[in-house]
């Protein structure tokens, strides 16, 4: 199994671009989950999903979109990228319930000018 | 909303110094989870506590859940290089019909001075 992979692993945006960010988990878990991790600092959750077709928000949703049409999938979609937007991307999933735990991809390092 | 807080937020200790990490959550928790995340690399899940009081080891690392189930500690022996990175303690949220997200600490980032 690859676990769970995520595409690109570096990106630069200019201000006011748009991007998707891939990724794809083989381990046929119901929950996935995008964390941004900004520099020094603790995991936030943009969005999450319990099943394809099913999304809801995290803490910081603002500025991104997420879809889920297949389990192995969540693209997290940044609309007109800001500065404030530069961070590492995390792409987690689980197979579901409170006691499994949660397997994280590389990350994407995204930056913003 | 629910919160969950660690302390110290960094901690530097010379190699073979003991090192402690507390997590500390705003409410109940049916079970805890700690990750390590190296340098660069991304979280890596290490254990799971669920029961009150518990404890487990692994190897210099001792996982404590607190009576209460609303605090951890992670507890490293004799410092490696190879413990540098962030410790994070993550809890279980409920978000309605049996569905869940988890919440992360804001971490305990360790150096290890050779």
């Known amino acids: 199994n690859a676990g769970v992979t995520q595409t690109p692993k570096f990106r630069i945006l200019k201000i006011g671009q748009s991007m998707t960010l891939q990724c794809t988990q083989d381990m046929n878990h119901n929950y996935m989950y995008w964390y941004r991790q900004d520099p020094g600092m603790g995991l936030k959750l943009i969005y999450y999903s319990v099943g394809a077709g099913i999304t809801d928000k995290g803490e910081v949703p603002n500025g991104y979109n997420v879809s889920r049409s297949t389990t192995e999938d969540f693209p997290l979609r940044l609309e007109l990228a800001a500065p404030s937007q530069t961070s590492v991307y995390f792409c987690?999933?689980?197979?579901?319930?409170?006691?499994?735990?949660?397997?994280f991809g590389p990350g994407t390092r995204l930056t913003v000018l | 909303g629910q919160q969950v807080m660690q302390i110290p937020q960094y901690q530097h200790v010379q190699e073979g110094e003991d090192f402690t990490t507390y997590c500390n959550s705003s409410?109940?928790?049916?079970?805890i989870q700690w990750y390590k995340q190296r340098p660069g690399g991304h979280p890596v899940f290490l254990i799971q506590l669920v029961k009150s009081g518990e404890v487990k080891k692994q190897k210099r690392l001792t996982f404590q859940f607190g009576e209460a189930k609303k605090n951890s500690s992670l507890h490293i022996t004799a410092t490696q290089t190879t413990d540098v990175g962030t410790y994070f303690c993550a809890g279980p949220s409920a978000t309605g019909a049996g569905t869940y997200k988890y919440i992360f600490g804001t971490g305990t980032r360790l150096k290890v001075l050779a």
């Open positions: 987690a999933s689980t197979q579901g319930g409170t006691y499994n735990e949660q397997f």
């Open positions: 409410t109940t928790l049916s079970n």
